[in-house]
Structure formats: structure tokens, C-alpha cells
């Protein structure tokens, strides 16, 4: 167990062994609870495994829940030197997928998680049966918070992003309607304590593909151009006061999925399950039941 995870006050509610995949020399953190058919939850930045622990307790007695952590997130390893891109976190969750001989996948993305994911879905759509999407997107857009988009600036996004935690800690607040209680804010906080620890929630954000000429255009961009080919059952789950992902992004996915069931809070904001965490549940269950 790493130990600010077990010096803090939240291990209750995320009481969960941990599991691990290596990588070469470093190591990709996994929740790995239940049996049954597989149910492989995805998280974006700069949350952690952490942000599903309410549907891993709700699914689990009937699935088999998967939620990694990416690399740099969580409590998975932290290099300093690694290429922190769209590709590379598409293919360590790929083999972890192959690791465990995962099939039948119930796929839930949210965040950066829907871009991995739907490349993952895109690129081996046999290994999946259906996808819920919370508040995310798989596309290029120029649709981007300025706030966002001066963190992305080089050097100066850097060192606001490491220095001050000006992606993380304004996430506590600035992603719910509901006031998260202090112990859930130090939980999704926790990984993030430091410069060295903070260096994934950087590079994820300089990894927004704004220009044609960043590397990860062109990945997401062939993400984009499959999403039509999609054919499983798809569930989208929105929170309408997402101030990143805003309706612009709802209804682009709605255009291109137009047979997906849906449901829209209005009141939500982007941790779309803190928010409404029952009818979430309630809305997956059904889907996958």
C-alpha cells in the first residue's frame, strides 16, 4: 500500500486491493473487484481510480470491475521522463486489457478517459459489447476553457500546473454543484502532492491536441473518423454545468451517436457522479442489466 494512501482518512471509502501491471520499469496501478462480465472504468485528469469508487461498491457483487490508473495517476508510477501521450496511455490500458484477458467489455469513460477509451473501442471494437460516456469528448475541439488553455502554454502552464497545483486543487470545486466534503477532496488530491507527483496532470493538459501540428491531432483525429463505425449500444450520462465540457460537446456526441439513449442533468456539473451518484448508478444498471 503506498503510504499517503494509508496514512489518510479515506481508505474506507476506497477500500479496494491493488493490483499491478508491469510496464518495463514502471508499474500501472488497477482495481480489479467482482466477477462476472467485465466492466472497464476509464478516468480522466486529474482525477484517479478514485472517481469510480462508488460504481466499483454498486457493480462489483454482480461484475467484474476494472478501473486502472493511468500512468502518473493514482497510485500508479510517477517517471518523470515518460511520453505522457494520447497513444501511449491507449496502448498501457490495451495491455492490461490483454493482461487479463478482458472481453465482453462494458466500457465507461469520463474526461481523458473517453479519448483512451473510444481509441482503445475504435481500434479493437470486438473486445467491447457496450459504452457509457460521462462528460468527455474523443475529438479535436476548439471549444477550451482559457483558464485551460494557459495551462497548455509551455513553460508557464508547467510551472502554475507543478508549482501552485492550479489544475487539481480548482478541480475540487470548480467540477460539482455539490460541495465534495473535505475528506473527498483530500482523497482526489492526494496523489498530486508534490512537483515530481504532479508531472501526469501537466503533460495531460500540454497533451490537448488545440493545433493540427501537435502530435496527438492526428490520434485523435483517426479516434474521430471511426466513432461513426461504433455499433454496440452506447449510454450517455451529462452533467449540464460542466464548464469544460460544456452542451457544445453533448450535442456533438449526440450528432455523432444519434441512436444513443441519454440523460441530461441539468444541475450535474463535470464529476457528473458526485453529483448524482443514485441515478447514475440507477441508469447504468439498467443499460448493462
Not at 484477458?101 to 475504435?122: C, E, F, R, S
Not at 454543484?177 to 473535505?182: E, F, I, N, R
Not at 482526489?188 to 503533460?203: F, G, K, Q
Not at 479516434?223 to 454545468?241: A, F, V
Request: aromatic share 16%; net charge neutral; glycine share 6%.
Amino acid at each position: 500500500m503506498n503510504p499517503w494512501l494509508k496514512s489518510l482518512d479515506f481508505k474506507h471509502l476506497y477500500p479496494f486491493r491493488s493490483h499491478y501491471l508491469n510496464l518495463g520499469s514502471n508499474n500501472l496501478h488497477y482495481v480489479d473487484e467482482g466477477q462476472g462480465q467485465v466492466m472497464l472504468m476509464l478516468h480522466g485528469n486529474p482525477t484517479w481510480s478514485f472517481y469510480y469508487r462508488n460504481l466499483v461498491k454498486a457493480f462489483s457483487g454482480n461484475f467484474r470491475v476494472v478501473v486502472p490508473d493511468h500512468m502518473g495517476c493514482g497510485l500508479s508510477s510517477r517517471p518523470q521522463d515518460y511520453e505522457y501521450t494520447l497513444a501511449n496511455h491507449i496502448e498501457n490500458v490495451y495491455k492490461l486489457v490483454k493482461f487479463l484477458d478482458l472481453k465482453n467489455i462494458v466500457l465507461v469513460v469520463h474526461d481523458w478517459g473517453g479519448a483512451i477509451g473510444m481509441g482503445l473501442l475504435t481500434k479493437y471494437p470486438d473486445l467491447f459489447s457496450k459504452v457509457v460516456i460521462l462528460n468527455t469528448a474523443a475529438f479535436p475541439d476548439a471549444d477550451i476553457p482559457k483558464r485551460i488553455n494557459l495551462l497548455r502554454q509551455g513553460k508557464l502552464g508547467e510551472f502554475l500546473t507543478r508549482k501552485f497545483n492550479l489544475f487539481a486543487w480548482p478541480a475540487t470545486f470548480m467540477t460539482t454543484t455539490k460541495t465534495l466534503p473535505q475528506f473527498v477532496k483530500k482523497a482526489y488530491l492526494a496523489p498530486y502532492d508534490s512537483w515530481e507527483n504532479r508531472v501526469a496532470v501537466a503533460r495531460f493538459v500540454q497533451d490537448i491536441p488545440m493545433e493540427k501540428t501537435h502530435p496527438t491531432y492526428k490520434v485523435m483525429s483517426e479516434i474521430e473518423q471511426k466513432l461513426p463505425t461504433i455499433t454496440i449500444p452506447k449510454l450517455i450520462l451529462w452533467g449540464g454545468k460542466d464548464f469544460c465540457f460544456n452542451d457544445h460537446f453533448f450535442k456533438r456526441w449526440l450528432s455523432i451517436f444519434p441512436d444513443a439513449h441519454y440523460k441530461y442533468y441539468e444541475n450535474a456539473g463535470h464529476y457528473v457522479i458526485e453529483d448524482e451518484l443514485e441515478d447514475v448508478v440507477a441508469n447504468i444498471w439498467d443499460f448493462i442489466s
